[in-house]
């Protein structure tokens, strides 16, 4: 008889976007003319830069002619693209990283969801509440917590509210944690943290020989001076902190697939006799063993996104995405909501007013504005009470949507 994992009971359904699903499918049946917008996705919708679709068909080509065909590449990825990786996203900050610590990949979700596979079962976590739910359902897979209480909390998560008293900040956890998720700029809160900000965290991490495991798929999106672009701009960050990045949000990848993860060669983690050991080298080893690498038309189109013409027209369309973050957050405050977030991020997250509950919310704006966004509730809960919409549909769509709001919901 085959036993199964019994850490996936934990799990609670994928109850969030299903029930949006149904929500919408419900009212759509009573209301079929209601002319719906979409403002929950958070998935990009302007396609593909032209310099990025050039290199990939080139790409395709020389994977068709018998003298430039490529079989299977360096797990790792290509030394071409870590090369531009670090040249373009590092070094202009001051930055200096090895090309043995970038590790390319196939996305951002699968490398947060993997990594943790490197850590003791027994190390306790700590994340933000609200959360990007991959970094705690990976771990309850993986069987590092116990079963969620009545608020969804897992048992052996040490969970740091962001809400408005702390301006979505989270505070240093009071009891001792191994694994630090952080995620800046935040979705699902839009928010960031300042150089000093993250100091603290990176002196936490050293004090208690912590791991903070960085997530900076938005990073293209900051516009404000002082916001870290990397955590590695942090003195003493590499000998504690693993970075995510990605291409899905910066340069519209969501489809393609292309991320990578930098892991400084300092970085340790300890045995139960205290030695210490190499992230980068388990990182190597875990990699080589379950990964073949992404694909070579997609790390060619991924070198194309720093070029000169690759950036140019990537900043164009992450300012288009910003406009329209503008326009909802000018908007939400003019009609007096209180707004977080959709300055250096496409994520605005504001507070629902009279405290209604996220999904009460959810049903006003969606049958008295035919909006729909995402309850707050759904990211954690500290998210109650809460609502995101996101920049990512078109321009005509955020306006008329923010327009919708302004002139047909009302408390
Ligand atoms: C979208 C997103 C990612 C990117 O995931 P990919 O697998 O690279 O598409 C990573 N982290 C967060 C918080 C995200 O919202």
Known sequence: MALMNENYLKLQGSYLFSEIARRISEFKKENPQADIIRMGIGDVTRPLAPAVIKAMHQAVDEMGQPGTFRGYGPEQGYEFLAQKIIENDFTPRGIEIDV?????????????????????????????????????????????????????????????????????????????????????????????????ELEKWVAYARENKAIILYDAAYEAFIREENVPHSIFEINGAREVAVEFRSFSKTAGFTGTRCAY???????????????????????????????????????????????????????????????????????????????????????????????????????????????????????????????????????????QAIERIKTRVFF
């Open 261 to 399: 993860t930098i892991v400084p060669k300092e970085v340790m983690v300890y045995d139960s006799q205290g030695n210490c050991h190499s992230l980068n080298k388990m990182w190597l080893r875990r990699q080589t063993t379950k990964f073949n690498g992404a694909s070579y038309p997609v790390q060619a189109a991924a070198a194309a996104v720093f070029s000169e013409e690759g950036k140019k027209q990537i900043r164009e369309t992450i300012d288009y995405y910003m406009e329209n973050a503008g326009i909802i957050k000018r908007g939400l405050e003019k009609a007096g909501y209180k707004v977080f977030g959709g300055v250096n991020a496409p994520y605005i997250w504001f507070k629902t007013p009279n405290q209604m509950p996220s999904w009460d919310f959810f049903d006003k704006l969606m049958k008295e504005a035919h909006v729909i966004g995402t309850p707050g509730a759904g990211f954690g809960a500290s998210g109650e009470g809460y609502f995101r919409l996101t920049a990512f549909n078109s321009r005509e769509n955020t306006e």
């Open 100 to 196: 043995s610590e970038v590790f390319v990949s196939d996305g951002a979700k699968s490398d947060t969801a993997n990594f943790q596979e490197l850590f003791g079962i027994n190390n306790i976590l700590a994340v933000t509440d609200p959360v990007y739910p991959v970094y705690v359902d990976s771990n309850v897979m993986a069987g590092r917590t116990g079963y969620p209480n009545a608020k969804g909390q897992f048992e052996n998560i040490v969970y740091l509210p962001c809400n408005e008293e702390n301006g979505m900040k989270p505070s240093l956890p009071l009891t001792r944690v191994d694994m630090i998720y952080l995620c800046y700029p935040n979705n699902p809160t839009g928010m960031t943290l300042s150089k000093e």
